[in-house]
């Protein structure tokens, strides 16, 4: 599951980074630093998955209080990058384009969630694993889309394209892990994490093309650009 996130990461990120370096394309400084601090999260998961499955425990926990910081670090660093968005580009000069900006409310919103979840659970290792898959490949969400091959469109149904994708990535394999491993039984961790899962998605998509949302939308983006 590390291969397949930065296989999903490399897609995304790898032409962009390409062009920045041909200086066909701008990358701001401090997004520099985010791509950096979300490397970081996804190297940190990726070591204590490799310390899990070796069987180095302690080295697994003492790394652990480190690979959690970096999480809370990396929210930190996707909040603040969702917001700098309504600083620094145009905003929607309808209100229907405010429905794009669900997109990042979602993630972050959910993100913590799973990271939480997994650090209550830490003493429980199928659990925690579980849940720390859960939040990584909901940190996935802005590589995917930048993948202009989805049938994506300014519509709720556009959006779906990236949540059905990132679902998925990340359910097929650990279903069939489960089924297989288990002996036909999802582990109770995986069926807790689809019902959260399913249930954010489920409040932002019944909030896409709301005028509650819109209106919501629209005055905390004018309120943030003023007070900026």
């Known amino acids: 599951m590390?291969?397949?996130?930065?296989?999903?990461?490399?897609?995304?990120?790898?032409?962009?980074?390409?062009?920045?370096?041909?200086?066909?394309?701008?990358?701001?400084p401090i997004l520099h630093?985010?791509?950096?601090?979300?490397?970081?999260?996804?190297?940190?998961?990726?070591?204590?998955?490799?310390?899990?499955?070796?069987?180095?425990i302690v080295q697994h926990q003492r790394a652990g209080r480190i690979a959690f910081a970096i999480g809370w670090l990396a929210w930190?660093?996707?909040?603040?990058?969702?917001?700098?968005?309504?600083?620094v580009?145009?905003?929607?000069d309808k209100l229907a384009g405010y429905d794009e900006l669900l997109a990042g409310p979602y993630i972050y919103l959910t993100f913590p969630i799973f990271l939480a979840w997994a650090y209550h659970e830490r003493q429980r290792p199928m659990w925690h694993k579980r849940l720390m898959l859960f939040a990584?490949?909901?940190?996935?969400?802005?590589?995917?889309?930048?993948?202009?091959?989805?049938?994506?469109?300014?519509?709720?149904?556009?959006?779906?394209?990236?949540?059905?994708?990132?679902d998925v990535a990340l359910l097929l394999p650990l279903v069939i892990f489960d089924l297989i491993t288990l002996r036909g039984r999802l582990h109770p961790a995986t069926a807790r994490g689809i019902v959260v899962l399913f249930?954010?998605?489920?409040?932002?998509?019944s909030l896409w093309g709301s005028s509650a949302w819109r209106e919501f939308a629209y005055n905390l983006s004018h309120a943030i650009r003023r007070f900026v």
Request: aromatic letters at 14%; proline letters at 4%.
């Open 199 to 205: 249930s954010a998605q489920a409040i932002m998509l």
């Open 76 to 87: 930190a660093s996707m909040v603040f990058v969702e917001w700098r968005v309504m600083v």
């Open 136 to 166: 990584l490949f909901l940190s996935l969400g802005a590589a995917v889309q930048r993948y202009v091959w989805l049938p994506m469109t300014d519509s709720r149904a556009g959006y779906w394209a990236i949540a059905a994708f990132i």
């Open 89 to 92: 580009h145009p905003l929607p």
């Open 2 to 28: 590390v291969a397949a996130s930065l296989a999903i990461l490399s897609l995304a990120f790898v032409p962009e980074f390409i062009a920045y370096a041909q200086g066909a394309f701008l990358i701001a």
């Open 33 to 56: 630093v985010h791509a950096a601090i979300m490397m970081a999260w996804v190297a940190a998961f990726a070591v204590q998955a490799y310390l899990g499955a070796k069987g180095k």
